[in-house]
């Protein structure tokens, strides 16, 4: 079975610091991975995907995520973060040949302070 | 780009009656849309698949005469919650896959509120 964990509920960063949120992955066969964030009340904005290629994946905002294979993770990161880069991120799973259903992690709530 | 736009964004309705929430891809075509129940602060939970022109694949535990599905465009789902309770109350978000052409993207809309009252 498909899964997704994000082993924080919450990361706190400073603005201007490097931030990571965490994502570790179980799939059957290659995975597509992707990171979305939601602002409050607000439907998913989509961020990056990895579908194959290079392991850095960069995407909107300035994010970027690095897929490790042996470590099945897929953190997001970026190196500069923003007030407004505060919201709830959500890294989800696709495997192979599974069309668009998506199963996402329970999600990362980001607070970035000034 | 491409836009998933949902209609109403907020529903208030009493117990025991429908109410349709729509799903529109506005600028390309999806054969395949996705229904999603979210609370509060917590994950999204698939509900349903939506076909174009076909039956709508329910995930387990989600009740298919309860949450309605019809997918009777390239550019519409819709979903309807038939004879809803309090317990209903949730965010409902849908999002539309687009074609290999444009890499298999998956866009969501901006998410319905439905307060069952």
């Known amino acids: 079975a498909q899964s997704v964990a994000q082993p924080e509920d919450q990361v706190n960063v400073a603005e201007g610091n490097p931030l990571t949120v965490k994502c570790t992955y179980s799939?059957?066969?290659?995975?597509?991975l992707f990171w979305y964030v939601q602002y409050p009340n607000r439907g998913l904005q989509f961020l990056l995907k990895?579908?194959?290629?290079?392991?850095l994946v960069k995407g909107s905002y300035g994010f970027e995520a690095e897929f490790n294979k042996s470590q099945t993770s897929f953190h997001l990161k970026k190196p500069s973060a923003l007030v407004s880069d505060s919201a709830l991120y959500f890294c989800?799973?696709?495997?192979?040949?599974?069309?668009?259903?998506?199963?996402f992690g329970q999600g990362t709530e980001l607070s970035v302070k000034p | 780009g491409a836009v998933v736009s949902q209609h109403p964004s907020r529903v208030i309705c009493k117990s025991g009656t429908s109410v349709k929430i729509e799903c529109r891809s506005l600028?390309?075509?999806?054969?395949?849309m996705f229904w999603y129940r979210q609370f509060p602060k917590q994950s999204l939970m698939l509900m349903a698949t939506?076909?174009?022109?076909?039956?709508?694949?329910?995930e387990q535990g989600v009740e298919k005469d309860k949450f309605l599905i019809n997918h009777a465009s390239l550019t519409l789902s819709t979903l309807t919650v038939t004879s809803a309770h309090p317990e209903d109350s949730s965010f409902y978000i849908c999002?539309?896959?687009?074609?290999?052409?444009?890499?298999?993207?998956?866009?969501f809309g901006e998410g319905s509120w439905l307060t069952v009252v």
């Open positions: 999002s539309a896959r687009t074609g290999p052409s444009s890499g298999n993207t998956i866009y």
């Open positions: 799939v059957s066969g290659n995975p597509y």
């Open positions: 990895y579908i194959t290629g290079d392991n």
């Open positions: 989800a799973v696709r495997g192979y040949n599974q069309g668009g259903k998506l199963i």
């Open positions: 600028d390309f075509q999806a054969t395949t």
């Open positions: 939506s076909n174009e022109g076909s039956k709508a694949t329910y």
